[in-house]
């Protein structure tokens, strides 16, 4: 399984950045959940993604709500699980995270987040992931 960081969602919501639309929009295809068939594929996140692309949306693209709540729900119909944050040290080990590799906050919770459930490969177009050793980023196809 691999990991799908915010950038897929909000490059499909925002239509750009144009390049990478292509790939994003075939990976949420393939995480469609179909009756009767299912997902072809699944991956892993934490709560932080949907937050993340419900706050850009709102108060970066500046959205109202009611055009951002289809969306959310929409996400309902793709097969991602949403990994727990358990850790009891995460925010002080993220904030350090952050810090020493110049990295978003949350993508340094994901990061540990990955690491803790062993997950290598990240469906990512922010380049921040490739500052990570134990991280592999791909871009979707």
Known sequence: MRFMDVGILLCVALKQPEEYLKGCK???ERL???PGDGPGETVATT???PAVFYFLLENREHLPRKRI????????????KILPLHNGGLVEEAAVLAG????DFDD?????VMRENEIKEIYALDRDY??????????PE
Do not use: G
């Open 69 to 80: 709540t289809p969306v959310m729900k929409a996400m309902q119909n793709l097969s991602i």
């Open 108 to 112: 340094a919770v994901n990061a540990i």
């Open 130 to 139: 490739d500052k990570l050793d134990w991280v592999k980023r791909i871009l």
């Open 100 to 103: 020493r590799y110049d990295i």
């Open 32 to 34: 469609t959940i179909r």
């Open 47 to 49: 709560f932080l993604t």
């Open 26 to 28: 075939a990976l949420l």
